[in-house]
């Protein structure tokens, strides 16, 4: 028995004296990690443990590898590690917003050109004489459509009495009077000027006013709705950290690393403190995001009739046969109207059109119509029960980031900020900026300004979205794309520490670039680190495989001392 223990006792005291400073190899798997990560120059580390009284963070009563070099070094790498997990979180979110828009917006090209293609389709099918003359305003209306559901702040009224003013010659000229060929320009445009006194058309140019302006407007507001969710993301992936979370997350990262404790990971409560301190500003998103996914189910639960979008657009052709059928049915009276307004055109003798004007029903687009149906409806469905599945991804931020990506599992020892414990013992504050009041490791102040903002734009696009507020003449775009104030300025602070400027860094302060309406999808770099993230390479697996070089923390005494006692007993 004595044997037995005398030999456990001599292992754990050579394991315990390979960690310790009298190592050969000492500092040389920080150096390591250190290039690995590649985190500064190798020259910065120490050939030995030194005392690390000019440390202002990572502190310790115990000799180090780190010095004040490697110590701001540490933190800039530390803020560049929560950065990049936050764009690789946010990724799959990101993506799926981005790809959305631009199959919204395609879907909507793709509409007006079968609106456009519907409606020559009718015109030469029913009037021939004046179709091909129609081609050129029925052209004009429907990219100005495109312009305006694209985000143009046309005025829907404007742009379709124009067309049915540049109509009113053509149908007058070939339908109410056929004999009559060839008006002089003067003449055609008094025609067109008086089309709004005599009103050939009855009630349809307001009718297809309302329809577009109506429908137009829920479509411009979901695009613009899914541009702003893509500024959020944007925003939160560049969010500038204050000066105490980012001492916060140098102390829960790298600071073990001056302990020779690179394979070291926070305890759960430890990391939970941090990051949701750290995001705490983030958190206060979470009630408005929720709200902004539920306002965009709403909205596409409204639009139906004569707020939807492809039944208006795809029903164009149908109103504008009917109208066309109205001025030529009250031909005579509209003659007369417009002799007394214009008098009688000098014209050459004109040869009598021929008019063949078929039935709707004979007219084969029901195939191309039903083909195309409901494209627009299915492409919201499907988008919001994607979109569902991160209605609570802001709150529970911190927390996903820990348990998939930061801390150790329960039962194994952790890292406290100071020691290798078994659990952490300090209270564990909740999400949001009022729990950081008792926060033991972050210190949080006030709301970040920049969070604060992207907050108010996602209060307003709400009130638009649930109809509570109605969109005016370029209000819309005021809802616009960037997160920066207006000169500028970004969250957070910047000091010697974060390498902005001062002598240990050699990172200079970045503005978030502004997003362009139509978002790119998720970057090459983002995919690389989300492949990383879940394929780790091979020389990760083997990094954590390997012993470390040095460090006696209280976990090694705990095993040792007992076996000193014993073998002194012995």
């Not at 941090?274 to 596409?300: K, N, T, Y």
């Not at 780790?536 to 209280?554: I, K, M, V, Y």
Request: proline residues 4%.
């Amino acid at each position: 028995m004595g044997v037995l223990l005398w030999t456990n006792c001599v292992f754990l005291l050579a394991c315990g004296s390979g960690l310790g400073f009298g190592s050969p190899n000492r500092c040389d798997e920080v150096r390591k990690v250190f290039q690995l990560k590649q985190i500064g120059p190798n020259q910065l580390l120490p050939l030995s443990p030194r005392p690390g009284s000019d440390l202002q963070v990572c502190m310790s009563k115990n000799l180090t590898c780190c010095t004040k070099k490697m110590e701001e070094k540490y933190q800039v790498a530390a803020r560049r590690d929560i950065q990049n997990l936050l764009q690789t979180s946010s990724s799959s979110l990101k993506f799926l917003i981005s790809r959305n828009v631009a199959a919204f917006q395609e879907t909507f090209e793709t509409l007006i050109w079968q609106a456009e293609n519907h409606t020559n389709v009718v015109l030469q099918a029913s009037y021939r004489s004046m179709a091909d003359q129609a081609v050129g305003p029925v052209r004009e209306l429907f990219t100005d459509i495109s312009l305006f559901l694209l985000g143009s702040e046309l005025s829907v009224d404007d742009l379709v009495q124009r067309f049915f003013d540049a109509l009113f010659p053509l149908v007058y000229n070939h339908l109410i009077n056929p004999g009559l060929s060839d008006i002089s320009p003067s003449y055609a445009e008094c025609v067109r000027s008086s089309r709004r006194d005599v009103r050939p058309f009855a009630a349809a140019p307001g009718l297809l006013a309302d329809q577009i302006a109506r429908s137009g407007v829920s479509g411009k507001l979901l695009i613009q709705a899914l541009h702003l969710g893509i500024e959020v993301i944007n925003t939160t992936d560049h969010l500038q950290l204050s000066r105490e979370c980012r001492r916060a997350l140098l102390k829960m990262h790298y600071c073990p690393h001056c302990q020779g404790l690179t394979q070291s990971k926070p305890c759960m409560g430890y990391c939970l403190n941090v990051m949701r301190g750290c995001l705490a500003s983030m958190a206060e998103i979470d009630s408005h995001w929720r709200e902004f996914v539920h306002s965009l189910e709403g909205l596409s639960a409204r639009i139906q009739g004569p707020q939807d979008l492809e039944q208006v657009l795809l029903g164009v052709h149908t109103l504008l046969h009917d109208a066309v059928g109205h001025a030529q049915k009250n031909g005579p009276r509209l003659s007369a109207q417009v002799h007394k307004l214009c008098g009688t055109p000098s014209r050459r003798p004109a040869q009598s059109v021929s008019l063949q004007h078929s039935s709707r029903d004979s007219i084969p687009l029901k195939a191309a119509l039903s083909g195309s149906g409901d494209s627009l409806a299915v492409r919201r469905r499907d988008f919001l029960n994607s979109l569902r599945l991160y209605r609570t991804f802001y709150g529970g931020l911190a927390d996903q980031l820990c348990v998939s990506e930061l801390a150790s599992s329960d039962g194994q020892a952790c890292w406290n900020g100071t020691d290798i414990v078994k659990s952490y013992t300090l209270r564990v504050v909740g999400n949001g900026i009022k729990a950081q009041s008792a926060n033991p490791e972050v210190k949080v102040k006030v709301a970040d300004p920049v969070i604060n903002q992207i907050i108010d734009k996602l209060k307003h696009i709400n009130q638009l979205l649930q109809g509570k507020s109605i969109p005016k003449l370029g209000s819309l775009d005021q809802i616009e794309t960037g997160s920066g104030d207006a000169d500028g300025r970004y969250s957070g602070d910047c000091d010697d520490e974060d390498g902005c400027g001062g002598s240990g860094g050699d990172e200079v302060k970045r503005k978030v670039p502004r997003v362009s309406k139509l978002s790119p999808d998720v970057t090459s770099d983002q995919k690389r680190r989300h492949h990383n993230h879940h394929y780790p390479r091979a020389e990760d697996s083997a990094r954590e495989g390997r012993s470390r070089s040095f460090g006696l923390t209280g976990a090694i005494w705990v095993l040792i001392l007992p076996c000193l006692h014993m073998l002194l007993a012995l």
